[in-house]
Nanobody
Framework: QVQLVESGGGLVQAGGSLRLSCAAS???????MGWFRQAPGKERDLVAA????????DYADSVKGRFTISRDNARNTVYLQMNSLKPEDTAVYYCAAANVARTYYFNPAGFGSWGQGTQVTVSS
């Protein structure tokens, strides 16, 4: 069972940037990794996903052009660079690993290992 620890959240003004990191304790090399977010009173939404090789990447429409997902397999770490942040980006952000190796998912049902989350707050 892989364990995931997010960091990098915080309070930022609208238009600012943050970089989230997700450190994995187990091997995630062969697994699609994703970032989700959940705002108060709302469902957890998939924001971005990256395949094990980094060759396939997808984003939710709401963050396209502003967020960038990347991974460093040598360090077992996944990143989410968030630019041009908006108040509506305020949420708890979670890192997740896919259930099945060597399979790409851009579907929440494909993910089964979760971090504890990191709070991102964007002030207007």
């Amino acid at each position: 069972q892989v364990q995931l620890v997010e960091s990098g959240g915080g309070l930022v003004q609208a238009g600012g940037s943050l970089r989230l990191s997700c450190a994995a304790s187990g091997r995630t090399y062969w697994y699609t990794m994703g970032w989700f977010r959940q705002a108060p009173g709302k469902e957890r939404d998939l924001v971005a996903a990256i395949s094990w090789s980094g060759g396939t990447i997808d984003y939710a429409d709401s963050v396209k052009g502003r967020f960038t997902i990347s991974r460093d397999n040598a360090r077992n770490t996944v990143y989410l660079q968030m630019n041009s942040l908006k108040p509506e980006d305020t949420a708890v952000y979670y890192c997740a690993a896919a259930n099945v190796a060597r399979t790409y998912y851009f579907n929440p049902a494909g993910f089964g290992s979760w971090g504890q989350g990191t709070q991102v707050t964007v002030s207007s």
